[in-house]
């Protein structure tokens, strides 16, 4: 069955680094587009779209609020995505998944939680 695992989540200070990762499993992987998602706590646990990487890799796409401090990239070798972020603000604290666009599997990870603080 498609599964999605995120990991690297942590505890982190505002203007810090982290990378996050995320299996994706029963599904051919190299087929879809894959998103990141973020779920924060601040604005009533709606999540929102927070970068997408093209099926080869080589197109990506932000929200404006991370465009410049993010970077999406994927190894389909691994079946694994990536988000590097970089000068993490505290706004920038959320639980982060990932998927393909529209869920079309149904499904969500347990995903990761990223909390921005000093």
């Known amino acids: 069955q498609v599964q999605f695992v995120e990991s690297g989540g942590a505890l982190v200070q505002p203007g810090g680094s982290l990378r996050i990762s995320c299996h994706g499993s029963?599904?051919?992987?190299?087929?879809?587009?894959m998103n990141w998602y973020r779920q924060p706590t601040r604005s009533g646990n709606e999540r929102e779209f927070v970068?997408?990487?093209?099926?080869?890799?080589?197109?990506?796409s932000y929200d404006t609020s991370v465009r410049n401090r993010f970077t999406i990239s994927r190894d389909n070798a691994k079946n694994m995505v990536y988000l590097d972020m970089r000068y993490l603000e505290p706004e920038d604290t959320a639980v982060y998944y990932c998927?393909?666009?529209?869920?079309?599997?149904?499904?969500w990870g347990q995903g990761t939680q990223v909390t921005v603080s000093s």
């Open positions: 029963g599904f051919d992987f190299s087929d879809f587009v």
């Open positions: 998927n393909a666009p529209g869920d079309p599997f149904h499904v």
């Open positions: 970068a997408s990487v093209s099926r080869t890799g080589g197109g990506q």
